[in-house]
């Protein structure tokens, strides 16, 4: 569909839906709202695609704040997931206790990993290590059902077989994930090649769905290539076949969290 307004990186996400109503962005979530398509992906302005995503399909009830994940390499030749890595610096423990369910049924649905281990980032293995947050998030996150948690992993354990889904707030995430991108950046700028290394290119991963929302939105990384956007179209087509939004939502009324959360 033809559109004749953008929606620059550096524009107010919130301010930009009312300003350029004619952008991509704008459209293609009203398009999504109106059920005219089945999934909306883009690799502009992320702080848009979330506002778009929060006001437009809304969050699944129960939710307080999207999330969204990262692409973890394992050492074994696996994949994990970690989450959030942005969209949400301040975290209280029902929200980590929220990515668990979103992030578990993501991994399970989306990237066929049977019965995900759960674990809760933090600066110590045993129960009463942590801050306050971490360690409310951990009871939380222990007496959840129908999530395989296995309590709190360390930064060490990132790229081992611990854990196949990690949860933290997304001040801690992001950081996590700038460090591991300017790692590869050095990686590469030496020439060095290694198999394993190789898997750390966003490129080849596409980008990662708004968890915990009423549809199917997928968010790429704003200096995509080709490469990176074929495989952005190709995770948007797996998440509307797993219906994974569905899945979250029966997931969580099993929880019965939509009944004691307030939305936020």
Do not use: W
């Amino acid at each position: 569909m033809h559109t004749n307004e953008v929606i620059e990186m550096a524009d107010s996400a919130t301010k930009s839906f009312q300003q350029k109503p004619k952008s991509s962005i704008s459209i293609g979530f009203h398009l999504l709202k109106e059920k005219k398509i089945d999934a909306f992906a883009s690799a502009g302005n992320s702080g848009a695609m979330l506002v778009g995503s929060m006001f437009s399909v809304k969050t699944i009830p129960g939710i307080s704040r999207p999330a969204i994940s990262s692409i973890v390499p394992k050492e074994d030749g696996s994949t994990g997931l970690f989450l959030d890595v942005g969209a949400n610096a301040d975290c209280k423990p029902e929200i980590l206790q929220q990515f668990g369910i979103i992030g578990s049924c993501l991994a399970e649905f989306v990237y066929h990993i049977n019965n995900p281990k759960v674990g809760l980032m933090n600066i110590g293995e045993e129960e009463e290590k942590g801050n306050l947050l971490s360690k409310e998030a951990h009871q939380l996150l222990k007496n959840t059902k129908d999530i395989n948690f296995i309590g709190n992993v360390e930064g060490r354990d990132m790229f081992n077989h611990k854990a196949d889904v990690i949860v933290c707030d997304g001040f801690t995430g992001n950081v996590i994930l700038k460090l591991a991108e300017s790692f590869h950046e050095i990686i590469m700028k030496r020439n060095i090649k290694d198999p394993y290394l190789d898997r750390f290119d966003f490129e080849d991963y596409g980008g990662t769905p708004v968890l915990g929302i009423n549809g199917n939105v997928i968010i790429a990384h704003g200096i995509s290539k080709a490469k990176a956007i074929k495989n952005m179209i190709l995770l948007s087509k797996e998440v509307v076949e797993a219906k994974l939004s569905e899945k979250i939502a029966h997931v969580l009324q099993d929880n019965s969290i939509n009944q004691t959360l307030p939305q936020q």
